[in-house]
Every structure is written in C-alpha cells, then in structure tokens.
C-alpha cells in the first residue's frame, strides 16, 4: 500500500502504449484501467475521501465488471471501518459487575487507557464455566 501512489503515475504512464503479450497479469487495457482505479479508491480510502472512494470503486466496476469482487472487498472493508468510526459507547451506562455492584463504563475508565468487557449469556455453557475465574480476577 504505501508504494501505491508511486506505482500508480507509472502505470498510467504506460497504459496508451500498453500491449497484451507484454503484460502477465492483465488481458485487456480495461482490465489495467479497472485496477488502476481500484488503486486510486484504496488510496482514496486510506486518506478519508469517502467520495473520491466511491467514484474509483464505481469506475473499476463499470471498466471491468470482473473486478466485482475485488472492489466489493474494498468497499465492504470501508464500510465497516467507517461504522467502527462511528461507534459511540454510552459512557453513563449503567450495568451490573460480576460482584454484583451497579456502575457506568465512565467510572469504570476513570484514570485508565483500556477496559475489556466480557460479555456473556446465561444459556452460554463456556460462559457459565468461566464466571468462577471472572469473579477471582475481578
């Protein structure tokens, strides 16, 4: 990835003389045009430009619809960065600890950098086996 915006120019560079017996990835000039706009959608995605992104992704599919999957990968992976992005915890949430005791994520975080969370269900048999080791740790 990070050779990418170098690697780019020089495809484009080479794509108006570009023949098909010099090349041993690609078939067709789509094919290289495709992926050249799934490389500016990956560095669109790496830099936040969530438009520039969707416009490159579009376009790889659009060229050459069998980079489908390869672009639908791109896409699903910002996707799901962009929903991590956008999670919000609810830090006055009040629970129930192990012990019994009612407290929020906010006094659970005060003065510390990290906090994990286990989460688990009374009809989870390796859950129920772990709560004993819970309760003496915590």
Do not use: Y
């Not at 629970?95 to 407290?103: L, Y």
């Not at 906010?106 to 989870?124: E, I, K, T, V």
């Amino acid at each position: 990835m990070d050779s990418l915006p170098a690697l780019l120019p020089k495809i484009e560079a080479i794509l108006p003389g570009w023949r098909e017996l010099e090349s041993p990835f690609f078939k067709t000039p789509e094919q290289l045009k495709a992926a050249l706009h799934v490389g500016r959608g990956m560095i669109a995605a790496r830099d936040g430009a969530a438009d520039v992104f969707e416009h490159e992704m579009k376009e790889a599919f659009w060229v050459d619809p069998a980079l489908a999957e390869i672009a639908a990968e791109h896409v699903i992976a910002h996707r799901e960065k962009q929903r991590m992005n956008a999670t919000v915890l609810p830090m006055n949430l009040e629970f129930e600890t192990s012990k019994g005791a009612k407290t929020t994520l906010a006094q659970l975080m005060a003065g510390q950098n990290a906090l994990l969370l286990d989460f688990w269900a009374s009809w989870c048999a390796p859950c129920m086996a772990s709560m004993d080791d819970l309760r003496a740790r915590s």
